[in-house]
């Protein structure tokens, strides 16, 4: 009997998977229908954790400001913390302003900066991943936790591999990201030889909106500006 109910519930769990490839689908027709229409766009990238009085979310807004004056809309994961900041500073310079939100059970919510037709809501970090990196023309990274490197390391490999065009990834924050790029350049490159020199060439280590504004304008006048795949 155990053996029984063990071999339906296993043939259940195929016929679900099965039918979830329609909603994945959905998932990836709806985001490519609406993010087709955003226009030239930085995503901003860090910690939900961060209050609005920590130096890096002021400093999230101040970059999003000066990315909306430079030409570029927002794109952020939609929730709070850096995200809400990115958000936040995009709306009140006026420009385009997207959250890529994901369902979880703790920590994400949308936040009220986003604008009304660019709230995007995913149940796939993978499909959502894919939105960041197609429509994206840089990635700004704030200091995070696993999911923040986790975009980071994708966009980095995607990169590496020649899956995607090239695009500047600009890391903001020097005392909270130079001890990671100190290991990957002591660790991966010069010990083990794990990379080579070139994959770094994009990263870019700054601590101010100027920064990050002159390395979006410098590789943008030498690049077109479009869709990464």
């Known amino acids: 009997m155990r053996k029984e109910k063990h071999h339906k519930d296993w043939n259940e769990n195929k016929t679900n998977d099965s039918w979830a490839i329609f909603k994945i689908m959905g998932e990836f027709v709806n985001g490519f229908e609406k993010m087709s229409q955003i226009g030239p766009c930085v995503s901003i990238f860090g ?3 961060t209050k609005p009085e920590d130096k890096y979310y002021k400093l999230a807004e101040s970059v999003a400001k000066g990315i909306v004056e430079a030409g570029y809309g927002v794109i952020t994961g939609g929730g709070p913390g850096i995200m809400e900041a990115g958000n936040k500073g995009a709306h009140l310079a006026g420009g385009t302003s997207v959250g890529l939100n994901i369902e979880l059970p703790f ?4 936040n009220p900066y986003i604008d009304n037709d660019k709230s995007l809501d995913f149940d796939y970090f993978f499909v959502r991943k894919v939105m960041f990196v197609k429509y994206s023309q840089g990635f700004v990274v ?3 936790g696993f999911g ?3 975009e980071l390391f994708e966009a980095i490999t995607l990169i590496q591999t020649n899956k995607i065009e090239k695009f500047p990834i600009i890391l903001v924050g020097k005392d909270f990201w130079e001890g990671l790029m100190d290991w ?3 660790t991966l490159l010069d010990r ?3 990379i080579s020199a070139k994959d770094l060439d ?3 280590l700054v601590d101010t909106e100027e920064e990050v504004v002159d ?3 410098t590789f943008y006048k030498k690049y077109g500006l479009s869709p990464n795949f």
């Open 47 to 49: 910690s939900a954790r």
């Open 107 to 110: 920590e994400q919510h949308d």
């Open 142 to 144: 704030m200091p995070g």
């Open 148 to 150: 923040t490197l986790d």
């Open 184 to 186: 990957v350049k002591a």
């Open 192 to 194: 083990f030889s794990n």
């Open 202 to 204: 994009l990263i870019h």
């Open 215 to 217: 390395i979006l304008n």
